[in-house]
Nanobody
Framework: DVQLVESGGGSVQAGGSLRLSCAFS????????LGWFRQVLGTEREGVAT????????NYADSVKGRFTISRDNAKSTLYLQMNSLKPGDTAVYYC???????????????????WGQGTQVTVS
């Protein structure tokens, strides 16, 4: 059974930083590509960043390039999103996602992820 649990959301002033974490429980953790998505109520979910199953390849939305960094710690089965220089436009519920793809496989932002966390609110004012 695959479970993802996000943490680290909260409220921050513009220009500040937050780090989101996603604890991931499943066998063959390194065979999953992972991603972060966000959604504002009433709008479509937006892909923020993805990371390959090996952790060597990352993809970012243009809106967050240079400000956000996605990473994974395979020893801890945890996914991270370091968010710097936050803007009010980054306010959303952030979700982590996972999909079983095999070793050393890449997922683009448009990939259909199968497993999702419950979300964590990020508010930038």
């Amino acid at each position: 059974d695959v479970q993802l649990v996000e943490s680290g959301g909260g409220s921050v002033q513009a220009g500040g930083s937050l780090r989101l974490s996603c604890a991931f429980s499943a066998s063959s953790y390194t065979h999953y590509c992972l991603g972060w998505f966000r959604q504002v109520l009433g709008t479509e979910r937006e892909g923020v960043a993805t990371i390959s199953s090996s952790g060597l390849t990352t993809n970012y939305a243009d809106s967050v390039k240079g400000r956000f960094t996605i990473s994974r710690d395979n020893a801890k089965s945890t996914l991270y999103l370091q968010m710097n220089s936050l803007k009010p436009g980054d306010t959303a519920v952030y979700y982590c996602a996972a999909d079983l793809v095999g070793p050393s496989r890449t997922c683009e932002l448009g990939h259909e992820f199968r497993y999702w966390g419950q979300g964590t609110q990020v508010t930038v004012s």
